[in-house]
């Protein structure tokens, strides 16, 4: 038994002096600096006591020592747990109670404020500040660059990934090492990545899409990435000339459509841009087509299952669908009541089976069971169809989600922390279209008889539990919240009326 992970992303790299990361200093990092680096961490990390399987939560920003502790959790063959920056400390309290790390990576800041927590269990924690100091760094500091990688199999746990629940409750999505690799794996495959490519890279590296397509993608082609640390207009503008891959969320599109300085020229040297996360216009996609001559690929994916679907390569790449299923996946439409499988055509409930489909929730059996059947297929809870020519369209959501900017936000989560504010009697919250993030979080409120407040205590509630993303962007005040004859929030209704703005 081997580290599949280990011996196909970091392995061969081991004295590999080529270029691996392109820094905004003009610097360049080769993929045997990088790796040395990682391994003074994964040093540091089995000195914490991090034994295989134990889970490390990280809460850093954007940085190549963050993208390195990434490759250190898969060296000593730990399950890696990365959060969101803006996650606030009660969001982070409920990931680290429920995921009981043996070690936890933050800033300074935020390290004494998790202490409540964290002394609770055997828990240690290392920090790394966004000017690249703290304990993690003091503790590398004169550590080996070498690591031998613990063993691990294909169905060992390599991440965890929290993705919320139409509950209001996140689940851990249990990644193994298969799941991950096979997906990198097609998609190496399938986009022709190769150790010729530069991909930009803007995404966040807290979630599938950052962290899995394009880094295990990269690593695994030994290509290139100009590392930026988040969406940057006019960084992305200026490496464009010298790069050939780009992976974005549609924002990022629209964004770049939005200065005139993005043309043809400017993207002569691209190879492929790829979009997904979020549902891309199919306006945006011939906008861009006719701006630059590319045809944006979009593809679809999810948490628990990494990529399902892509738009070809080669071939033809169909504005507002997400192609077929990659190789090795199977999608099915269903009857959302049933199960039964649905004719060629008809709209219902995308499954999707593979060896690219997770293990289950982490502690939640009866959450697994419900979402994930026992033939293999798990339920997405996305609405959609395949047309005669085998390409999946996405046509809407069963589950109540709001996916903005390429984040996605539950309503009943924002709900529940807009309910407890003194004065509020109900809520109702829904996203309405936005030109720049797709779609904009909002809140219909109503409040109790007398009650004296508005949207500064509400903003101020949502300040103390949620991320800033979570945020409605707007509130509505409104004396009863339409319902149906079952007395459920008709949210639709609500989106209808209020969606003028975009
Ligand atoms: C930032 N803000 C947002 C968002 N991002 N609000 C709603 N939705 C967002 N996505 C807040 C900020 O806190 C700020 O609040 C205000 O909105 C404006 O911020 P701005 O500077 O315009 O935003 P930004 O920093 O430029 O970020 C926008 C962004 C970013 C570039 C679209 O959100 C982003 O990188 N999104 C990508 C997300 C992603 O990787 N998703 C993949 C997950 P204030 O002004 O009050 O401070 S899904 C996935 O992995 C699946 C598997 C898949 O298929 O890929
Ligand atoms: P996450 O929970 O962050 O993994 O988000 C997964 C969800 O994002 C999916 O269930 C879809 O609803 C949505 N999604 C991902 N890619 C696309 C896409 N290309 N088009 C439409 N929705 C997408």
Redo the contacts with the bound molecule.
Sequence with gaps: MTNPLYDALIKPHLDNSECFLLTDDGGEISYNEFIQRASQFAHVLAEAGMAPGDRIVVQAAKLVETLALYVASIQIGAVYLPLNT?YTISELEYFINDAKPSVVVCADETAGKLRTITSQFDCKTLTLNPNVTGSLIDSAENQPTRFSPVQRGPDDLAALLYTSGTTGRSKGAMLSQANLLSNARVLVGLWAISADDTLIH???IF????LF?AINSAMLAGARMRWIS??DLEKILDALPRSTLMMG?P??YT?LLGDPRFDRSLTSNMRLFIS??APLLSETHEAFEARTGHRILE?????ET??NTSNPYEGERRAGTVGFPLQGTEIKITDPESGAELPVGNVGMIEVRGPNVFKGYWNMPEKTAEELRSNGYFITGDLGRVDSDGYLHIVGREKDLII?????IYPKEVEDVLNDVDGVLESAVFGIPDS??GE??TAAIVLEMNANIGRAELSEAALAKLA??K?P?SYIFLTELPRNTMGKVQKNLLRKQHSGGA
């Design positions: 803006g803007a995404l966040p979630h599938t899409h950052g397509v988040s969406f969320v924002t990022f964004r997904g996360s593809r679809y994916g999810m948490t990494n990529m903005s900017g390429g984040y996605n720049d993030f904009a979080v800033k993303f945020h962007k």
